[in-house]
């Protein structure tokens, strides 16, 4: 893989998901993703993960964004973003009360204003 492929691959991953082909762009994140971490040079993934977990979130696809979301999160347990995202995930599969902590944790450290109706039971 070169430094090139690798950019435009990366390039077009994002014009799909920029225009909301979530299916598409996700597969295309999933191939990099995998790529990085086996190929030189060895990229980071948490910008590609970020937007895999992100495709699969928009395409309702919310078993796999979270088992994503869930494996970022142990890298780096303050991606206020990555717990917005996991909280935002378990709401929609109605998991309300599992996804508070993670939407307080993402209010705390990233300033989000999630109180109100995202925060159902309150």
């Known amino acids: 893989m070169t430094e090139s492929s690798f950019a435009s691959d990366y390039d077009a991953a994002r014009e799909r998901f920029d225009k909301g082909e979530y299916r ?3 597969a295309l994140f999933l191939e990099l993703v995998d790529r990085s971490a086996l ?3 060895l990229h980071g993934t948490t910008e590609l993960r970020l937007y895999l977990a992100r495709s ?3 395409s309702a696809q919310l078993g796999r964004s979270e088992e994503i979301l869930r494996a970022m999160l142990v890298d780096n347990p303050d991606d206020h ?3 917005l995202l996991l909280g935002r995930t378990l709401q929609r599969q109605s998991r309300h009360e599992e996804a508070k902590p993670h939407l307080a944790m993402a209010k705390l450290l990233g300033g989000y204003d999630i109180d109100g109706p995202e925060l159902p039971g309150r």
Do not use: I, N, T
Request: no cysteine; net charge negative; hydrophobic share 25%.
């Open 24 to 26: 598409e762009a996700g």
């Open 39 to 41: 190929e030189p040079p």
């Open 56 to 58: 699969y979130y928009h």
């Open 81 to 83: 973003y990555a717990l």
